[in-house]
């Protein structure tokens, strides 16, 4: 009998827990729904400003390392080094400003303006792709080539 009573107090308990995995499972699919959603609208905000040109660069250093970014991630080619040469030229730097923390994180895929932060990698290539090719024709307007 007492054998019984632990076996059904050892099912019940496994009961509880696993239901509280399955909920918490639930909360986390729903919050990561969300967080998607948050971001592609969030995307289609960044390209909307990076191809009116009214997007606001935090500044030259972050967009350096987004161009940087892109290339070594296959978004742009190799024209690309004229758009982040002569914003280096108009920051008065012979080399990539590797020492920069807003560099760092363009380089990571941190594209920073308009007060907010846009993680390039989590656009999904189609996205980051025109966002890259935004960001550099942006660069390239205002490095005036």
Wanted: proline share 1%; net charge negative; with cysteine.
């Amino acid at each position: 009998m007492a054998m019984r009573i632990k076996s059904i107090a050892t099912t019940g308990l496994v009961s509880i827990l696993l239901a509280g995995q399955a909920y918490a499972f639930d909360i986390n699919s729903v919050t990561d729904r969300a967080s998607n959603m948050a971001s592609s609208g969030g995307s289609s905000n960044l390209l909307s400003s990076l191809s009116s040109g009214s997007f606001n660069f935090a500044n030259l250093e972050n967009l350096t390392g987004v161009l940087s970014y892109c290339q070594e991630n296959g978004y742009l080619g190799s024209n690309a080094d004229i758009a982040k040469s002569q914003v280096m030229s108009r920051l008065g730097l012979e080399s990539e400003p590797e020492e920069n923390q807003s560099y760092q994180e363009g380089l990571s895929g941190m594209l920073q303006g308009d007060g907010e932060s846009f993680n390039l990698s989590a656009l999904g290539d189609q996205v980051g792709e025109r966002a890259c090719g935004m960001a550099a024709d942006q660069a390239m307007s205002f490095a005036g080539g």
